[in-house]
Each structure stands twice: as C-alpha cells, then as structure tokens.
C-alpha cells in the first residue's frame, strides 16, 4: 500500500489530454513540493515534472503538474502513442524524513 | 552530467545479506542526498534511505532495523546493505540523487540492478 495514492491506470485517444492524480497527507504533499516521474518498461524512472509544476530541461511543454492542497495532477495534452508509460507523483514527508512514492499510474494510449 | 551505477550480485540466499554499491561519476556529493530506492516486479516505488556528503543517513521505518547506507572512503561510492533478506526484498534495486532542500527531486537515477532472494 503506497503512502500517496494515484488512479492505477487511465486510457484516452491520441491527441486528446489525460490527467493523473495523486493524494496524500498534511505530511507530504500538503507541506512539500510534487514530482513526477515517467517510466517505461525495464527503464529507471527519469524526472517529468518538480517542483509541482516546473519542466527539466528536454521535457515536452505537453507535460504539465499542479498542486492543491494535498493533492496534485500531472496532465499531459496531444497524447501520443509515445506517451504510453507508467507515471509516479513522489514528494517529501516530514513525518518519515524521507520519500514516499505513489503506487503508479499506467498511462494507455488508445 | 553525473553518472550513476549500480552493482552488486543478483542472487541472494534467504536470510543473508544483500550488498550493492552505486558508483557516481561526473559530480559533487556535496548539497545532495544520495539515496535507494526499489521496486518489487509489477510493483510501486520504495524509499529505503538515503546519505548526505556528512554522512549523516535516515532509513524507512519499514526496513531500518535491517539496512545500513555508507559511503566509501573516498566518497565516490555509497553502499547499501539489507540484512535477514526474505523474498520481500526480491526487486529492482535504484541509485539516486536528490537536492537536500527545494523540491527534493531524484534528478539522476541509476539503470537499476535486479537482485532475486531465493530460498
């Protein structure tokens, strides 16, 4: 059982957007900057999104995060079949002094 | 551009030790926590705990009374090692990086090791 909890899996059209959400506590998301993650099979997860809504550099503006509350979303617009992969929220929690992780979120392009 | 490298045997015996090394290269320990991470087959991501350059660590209560994190005397490698290993601990085993303050984000991860507890 993850500490933050995400949608285990979300489908939409290409060239459609899909949001993916991630709920946590006071602790973690209520006190700490979201990130994302995006992983595709065999592969380390690689950063997507930090800081609740900012880009690494190479990362498509299709790619966008928020954050309210305890809660945050990662949207991704003009789906691609490119885009299939499983997606991770992860942030701090001051209750542990340490990292808690969604359980993932597999991202189905039809 | 820092490099991260995991290594370490791929096979270990129900309640053993498990020990693996991350190798960086390309970067400075300071202002970073260098952490584990895994990830069982088919499952979610796990903190196991993380080292900062004054090796000063912090552990997952869920395993810390079976992990240890250190660097090398060099500083160039940590080590992770996880004690009394059950085929629980069968996973995909990550190197990372993380900034100390701000987002905390893991913006360098190693390609992963696999390591298997067999019985």
């Known amino acids: 059982q993850s500490v933050l909890a995400q949608p285990p899996s979300v489908s939409e059209a290409p060239r459609q957007r899909v949001a993916i959400f991630c709920s946590g506590s006071?602790?973690?998301?209520?006190?700490?900057?979201v990130n994302w993650y995006q992983q595709f099979p065999g592969k380390a997860p690689k950063l997507l999104v930090y800081y609740d809504n900012l880009l690494p550099s190479g990362v498509s503006d299709r790619f966008s995060g928020s954050k309210s509350g305890t809660s945050a979303s990662l949207a991704i617009s003009g789906l691609q079949s490119e885009d299939e992969a499983e997606y991770y929220c992860g942030t701090w929690d001051d209750s542990l002094n340490g990292w808690v992780f969604g359980g993932g979120t597999k991202l189905t392009v039809l | 551009q820092v490099q991260m490298q995991e290594s370490g045997p791929g096979l270990v015996k129900s309640s053993e030790t498990l020990s693996l090394t991350c190798i960086v290269s390309g970067g400075s320990i300071s202002k970073y926590y260098w952490a584990w991470i895994r990830q069982p087959p088919g499952k979610g991501l796990e903190w196991i705990g993380h080292?900062?350059?004054?090796?000063?660590?912090n552990y997952n209560p869920s395993l810390k009374s079976r992990v240890t994190i250190s660097f090398d005397t060099s500083k160039t490698q940590f080590s992770l090692r996880v004690s009394s290993v059950t085929a629980a601990d069968s996973a995909m085993y990550y190197c990372?990086?993380?900034?100390?303050?701000?987002?905390?984000?893991?913006?360098?991860w190693g390609q992963g090791t696999l390591v298997t507890v067999s019985s």
């Open positions: 990372a990086r993380s900034y100390v303050s701000g987002s905390r984000r893991f913006d360098s």
């Open positions: 080292i900062d350059h004054s090796a000063n660590s």
């Open positions: 006071s602790s973690n998301i209520g006190n700490n900057p």
